[in-house]
């Protein structure tokens, strides 16, 4: 069983310390790498690279970057890709980016990268980067087919990305469904589902109803009246995010993608649920994280 998590930069000190309790936490699982997020808009750049850089360089984990086409040339990006390679950081995850704040929809930045595939083939063009790219079990909103979507992530993986993510769902048979099509479509590179614990529902909803994945009936109803009953929540999102993993592992789903929200404990108790376990207690040897500088 392979697993791998998402963290993203924090805004603040108290936001810092926790993420950084999370990572202490999930590190001696030894996941494949963590990504670091990227603004919608690139407004993170700085931060997503402190943070990735120093993961890289104070933990034994591998760092894996968000880089999107979003506001800034493909000089600007190829810098930056360049400057990961000097660090030691070989795994990037080549996202196209939402349109900036205020705009109607996406617009390529004229001396850009136009889309994710653009982005992967100048990124291998820089060094040999392992790199992920997003997927979409329900079709990306913007997509006017699904098809399209398929001949999307393609291309995508034609330009030499390794693997794709999944954006989250919780329909289980779309992801199936998707899966399958992939393979029909002769794709062989692994789609590895991206797995959402549920801390706050509304919040879920809001993500849904902008990805477009779909929310099924059954998890509103197990959520409904639980908005002010912290504790009763989080026993439903481990019960019904190992309940998924699960179901995937009955399927042959081998692999799996956390997006942690930069907590720890309902991620840790799903890997613990899948059999991922340290291999060591981790107080035989913890990550020493020292203040931010």
Same mark, same amino acid.
């Given at each position: 069983?392979?697993?791998?998590?998402?963290?993203?930069?924090?805004?603040?000190?108290?936001?810092? $310390?926790?993420?950084?309790?999370?990572?202490? %936490?999930?590190?001696?699982?030894?996941?494949?790498?963590?990504?670091? *997020?990227?603004?919608?808009?690139?407004?993170?750049?700085?931060?997503?690279?402190?943070?990735?850089?120093?993961?890289?360089?104070?933990?034994?984990?591998? #760092?894996?970057?968000?880089?999107?086409?979003?506001?800034?040339?493909?000089?600007?990006?190829?810098?930056?890709?360049?400057?990961?390679?000097? =660090?030691?950081? %070989?795994?990037?995850?080549?996202?196209?980016?939402?349109?900036?704040?205020?705009?109607?929809?996406?617009?390529?930045?004229?001396?850009?990268?136009?889309?994710?595939?653009? &982005?992967?083939? #100048?990124?291998?063009?820089?060094?040999?980067?392992?790199?992920?790219?997003? @997927?979409?079990?329900?079709?990306?909103?913007?997509?006017?087919? @699904?098809?399209?979507?398929?001949?999307?992530?393609?291309?995508? &993986?034609?330009?030499?990305?390794?693997? $794709?993510?999944? =954006?989250?769902?919780?329909?289980?048979?779309?992801?199936?469904?998707?899966?399958? !099509?992939?393979?029909?479509?002769? !794709?062989?590179?692994?789609?590895?589902?991206?797995?959402?614990?549920?801390?706050?529902?509304? =919040?879920?909803?809001?993500?849904?109803?902008?990805?477009?994945?779909?929310?099924?009936?059954?998890?509103?109803?197990?959520?409904?009246?639980?908005?002010?009953?912290?504790?009763?929540? %989080? !026993?439903?999102?481990?019960?019904?995010?190992?309940?998924?993993?699960?179901?995937?592992?009955?399927?042959?789903?081998?692999?799996?993608?956390?997006?942690?929200?930069?907590?720890?404990? &309902?991620?840790?108790?799903?890997?613990?649920? !899948?059999?991922?376990?340290?291999?060591?207690?981790?107080?035989?040897?913890?990550? *020493?994280?020292?203040?931010?500088?």
């Amino acid at each position: 069983m392979n697993v791998s998590f998402e963290f993203f930069p924090p805004a603040d000190v108290e936001m810092e $310390a926790t993420l950084w309790r999370s990572v202490e %936490r999930l590190a001696p699982l030894a996941p494949c790498f963590v990504s670091v *997020t990227y603004g919608a808009d690139g407004s993170t750049r700085t931060r997503t690279h402190q943070l990735v850089t120093r993961i890289q360089r104070e933990t034994p984990l591998t #760092g894996a970057p968000h880089l999107t086409c979003v506001g800034a040339s493909r000089g600007e990006i190829l810098d930056i890709a360049r400057q990961y390679r000097d =660090q030691g950081i %070989r795994h990037i995850v080549a996202l196209r980016g939402d349109p900036p704040k205020g705009a109607a929809s996406y617009e390529p930045h004229p001396d850009g990268f136009a889309y994710a595939a653009d &982005l992967v083939a #100048g990124l291998k063009s820089v060094a040999d980067f392992e790199i992920s790219v997003a @997927a979409y079990p329900e079709v990306h909103p913007e997509a006017p087919s @699904a098809k399209f979507d398929l001949d999307n992530l393609k291309r995508k &993986l034609d330009a030499g990305a390794s693997r $794709a993510i999944t =954006q989250f769902f919780y329909d289980i048979d779309a992801f199936l469904r998707f899966r399958d !099509l992939c393979a029909d479509s002769g !794709l062989r590179a692994p789609i590895v589902p991206g797995i959402l614990p549920i801390t706050r529902f509304p =919040q879920v909803l809001r993500m849904a109803n902008r990805c477009g994945a779909h929310v099924p009936r059954w998890l509103e109803e197990r959520f409904h009246g639980l908005d002010d009953d912290a504790e009763t929540r %989080r !026993l439903i999102a481990a019960s019904v995010a190992i309940e998924q993993v699960h179901t995937l592992e009955r399927h042959g789903v081998r692999d799996f993608h956390f997006y942690t929200l930069n907590r720890a404990e &309902l991620t840790y108790a799903i890997c613990h649920a !899948l059999g991922v376990r340290p291999s060591r207690q981790p107080s035989a040897a913890p990550v *020493t994280l020292g203040a931010t500088t």
